[in-house]
């Protein structure tokens, strides 16, 4: 396995081997151990000291099921700290194929490349003919270019212009550009360096084999077994997708309803998970209620929507996008989210960030709560460059500082996922502490079986939460494996094992994820953060949610223990 | 002398003592030292536990020339710090007769009321005649009800809609509101309390007395004779205003040119303090080169500048906004800088923030550098409300980070001034290192007679300048006086002395403003400021400034010494 070292100024790169002491880091651990060592934490993400690594988990390519999710770290324009975000997909697996464990981009540049890379090394092409249009059509040309088999991260028209927002897609096995390193705005640091597109070409390539077949073999056939027979992963996942969650949260009063004002929906019930199904399987035709977006992934969360006629609408429809774009907004009809997240999409913007800044421009009385026509407007402003669409583009916190709102749903400047922190405060805990800012995948505690109400003990819950979240993000494993892998991590040290041919332990997989949150700590307070920062914003303390009749109350110190200026020991 | 403490969520009000340990505390000192004690430092700038504090200095409405600058204190929207700005004009002269010392408002509301202050008490008045207009309306609005002898201060339009750019305007002796808390934000501080306007009547009080009559004769008459006899309040800001540093900073490379680019204008000679000079001379009626804002100033810095009938189009035209509006923006004809400032006026923005903002904008290529058209229209549509005049009322970052550019001329979010801190070296120490953002009167060092190039003693003097501006700002006299008062500051203690009648010595003057320092990094250390904002934009460092061929290389250690972080020993 090789880091591949591109530098975008001059349009060169070199391959390096991975060295000794990163052999067992991949995806996370990995794009923030690089990020840690070698950028400047006060640098401008958009300057020419930021990099942009991509990375795999050591476990990609490996053939085991959800284990195909890319890393994509580096100083986030967002936040102003470490940034690591990842998503599934094809591009990893391709990418894996290649030998290569991580990509380092570096310098900037005012053009626009794809970055096409096989297996005799890397050319740099002109991306002219890509640039302004939808993730689609652009993807279309890919295909056209380069053939239909390859795999690819680009970015959209936000991450050409740099907004905060910006994500970097790639495709699903069906070559659908529809999964997203969404947060914090890393498309935007893509964008500062030329990068329109990275093509992987796994063409010739041989296929990846385990070092050790016997322990790989045994260790995947319990592995597979697991997710089969869990509840979660056999079952719940495959019907209802993530969206499942939907009744769950609005029962607990954290479904985000305007703008954060309230924790349920009158309307829950026309966007939940059983709606979702139920529409997906009347309409039929393109459309499928479990749909897989790594190839062979067991899990098979994601789905695709049809439209009346039964013709794919877009992929997947997601617990968070339905509380972002649905709930938040005042929006009660699934059509109009998918429109939304569609939308989306298409312009590579980050949904949790983008409903949540559309959630405070209707807090701030530009539109009205529930005007659908309005939010899309505002994501065709964006599209066509207008003013209105920059704002948007920029987040929710801009949003909120344009128009001299107060009420803005972020923590270090990156928007809450869709669970209201006064009524999962474990997920309150964790958007506080998290080094990442507000992210549920940071340290997801709704599954915890705790009385979500209640401050005491969310500081440990939260805490456990993000070194477990941290684990399958270092892994390049879908953390929806969780349940089924539980809390035993044999099965997992055995797998790695078996594929690297080097013998590794539960515990040095624990203590991996836990030296990557030092590691992203230490950045962020090299970057300038303290304490001041591990706090949800003033109203969550003071101003109660009126479904749950709680406020946060988590204790500010027991918090501070495990954020930036803690001792963070697990 | 009196504390008044207004409540604007319930309108209510109540006056208290001065509290003996604040008794020499006045202006800067007063607002930080309350801010310090009464705001929690991670409060929301906009919200209900943020307070805005306007302080007068203890020489204010003793007579003595150039002491009524009023201090206007809270923590920033702009840079989420500690925030003090003043401003000349009478509203400190009469708030002072009234016998107050300070303002301290409180709470938040939606809609907006003018305080009137009298002899009698407080009263609150609905002002939503006063709204949505320009300022110079509106303060004609409250001299029709109230009487022409009043003073106020007031938010314009910026400050209705909560933005970073929005200033409090006061009056000068002639009622023009004209003269500006301009730094901050702290107009939209305001605007979040609900306060259009405070009104000041001091009909029917009596004039303050020396305590010490004999004391502070003495000392008054040789504080005016320096003020008389030195080269610059007596001749250089008399004849040319502040604008006289057109000609000099151009030479050192330090006047800002297209968006801070580089230091010297190919147009220096046309927006010259001479040129401006020799304009209003020329065109005579209204204007005049040389105009005090407050009443019995010696220094008279200020001017009027008439339009080519001699009909006064506003006042004063000062270097920074030469600098901001003009040579930064590329434009180089004085009639074209000045509408600008006018415009600014009356919209109650931050001239230098705006300046700095539209710069950034033109970086972004929205528009050319040198098009006045167009900046003119960004600030119309400011007025107007549209989204583009949202962008640029958020400042100089906030248009940076919705148009992805890196080039911004910052510091913890505020805009530098007119001077290149490539140049100027340390007043980029003092940039970097102030509580307050990028402020020159927080630290001027340009009159220093040192190789302003060299990075070489630069952290010194910008110390001992930070303390120096600080006792100024403390004692509402305004800092062209320190010029003639000089280093020895016995002749300042003895006009204390003899004014309230307690013995002050120098070294309590300079011990106060080392406090004031102490006490702001302190609120900005809670409020998460750390060295890593001790610094300059990245490109400063790196991109050499053409015209003086430098870059920013201050050590930053050294300079970190004297910073958030560092133990501030004067």
Redesign the interface.
């Known amino acids: 396995m090789k880091i591949l070292r591109i530098n975008m100024s001059d349009l060169t790169y070199r391959e390096e081997e991975v060295p000794a002491d990163k052999l067992l880091l991949g995806g996370r651990a990995l794009t923030s151990r690089i990020i840690k060592e070698e950028v400047p934490?006060?640098?401008?993400p958009?300057?020419?000291?930021n990099k942009l690594v991509l990375s795999n988990g050591v476990l990609t390519a490996s053939m085991a099921s959800s284990a195909e999710r890319t890393s994509l770290g580096g100083k986030s324009?967002l936040t102003g700290g470490i940034k690591e975000s990842n998503a599934g997909g094809t591009a990893g697996l391709k990418m894996g194929r290649l030998g290569l464990r991580a990509i380092i981009f570096e310098g900037i540049r005012d053009d626009f490349y794809t970055v096409y890379i096989d297996k005799d090394g890397v050319r740099f092409e002109k991306a002219d003919d890509l640039l302004g249009k939808r993730v689609s059509e652009s993807a279309q040309l890919i295909y056209e270019k380069y053939g239909k088999n390859v795999g690819l991260y680009m970015i959209g028209v936000s991450g050409e212009?740099?907004?905060?927002t910006a994500a970097m897609a790639n495709a699903d096995k069906d070559g659908s550009p529809t999964r997203f390193c969404g947060r914090g705005g890393l498309g935007?640091v893509a964008?500062?360096k030329g990068i329109k597109a990275i093509v992987f070409n796994d063409e010739g390539v041989e296929k990846n084999r385990p070092k050790n077949p016997d322990v790989y073999k045994e260790a995947l056939k319990q592995y597979s077994l697991s997710l089969r027979e869990n509840p979660g992963t056999g079952k719940l996942f495959p019907e209802l997708g993530t969206a499942a969650m939907v009744r769950s949260t609005n029962k607990l009063g954290a479904l985000p309803t305007r703008n954060f004002s309230t924790g349920s929906f009158e309307h829950y019930k026309s966007i939940s998970g059983e709606t979702l199904r139920e529409i997906i399987l009347e309409r039929g035709g393109e459309g499928t209620p479990t749909h897989n977006c790594m190839p062979g992934c067991a899990i098979r969360c994601s789905n695709i929507y049809p439209d009346k006629d039964g013709k794919a609408v877009t992929s997947p429809i997601e617990y968070e996008n339905i509380g972002l774009l649905g709930s938040n907004l005042g929006i009660g009809d699934m059509d109009q989210i998918v429109e939304l997240n569609r939308l989306c999409n298409e312009l590579a913007v980050d949904t949790i960030e983008t409903g949540a800044a559309i959630g405070v421009a209707m807090e701030a009385g530009l539109l009205e709560f529930g005007d659908f026509e309005g939010a899309r407007q505002l994501l065709l402003d964006l599209e066509a460059d207008?003013?209105?669409g920059?704002?948007i583009?920029?987040g929710a916190e801009?949003v909120g500082?344009?128009?001299?709102v107060?009420k803005v749903p972020v923590v270090k400047g990156q928007a809450m996922p869709a669970y209201d922190p006064r009524s999962i405060k474990g997920l309150g805990v964790t958007f506080a502490t998290s080094p990442q800012g507000a992210d549920h995948t940071a340290g997801q505690t709704v599954r915890a079986q705790v009385d979500h109400h209640s401050p005491e003990g969310q500081v440990k819950i939260s805490q456990k939460s993000q070194v477990v979240n941290t684990i399958y993000d270092n892994l390049g494993l879908c953390y929806f494996a969780a349940g089924a892998v539980g809390p035993n991590l044999d099965m997992l040290a055995r797998l790695i094992t078996g594929y690297i041919g080097v013998e590794v332990t539960a515990d040095d997989i624990k203590n991996m994820a836990k030296q990557t949150l030092k590691d992203e700590h230490e950045f962020n307070?090299?970057?300038?953060?303290?304490?001041?920062?591990d706090?949800l914003?003033?109203?969550f303390y003071?101003e109660e949610n009126p479904a749950s009749g709680t406020v946060f109350d988590v204790d500010q110190e027991e918090m501070e223990a495990i954020g930036v200026e803690g001792n963070h020991a697990g």
């Open positions: 934490a006060t640098c401008h958009l300057g020419p000291n324009p212009r740099k907004m905060n935007a964008g500062a207008k003013p209105m920059r704002i583009g920029g801009l500082k344009i128009y001299g107060r307070r090299m970057a300038g953060f303290t304490k001041a920062h706090r914003p003033e109203h003071e």
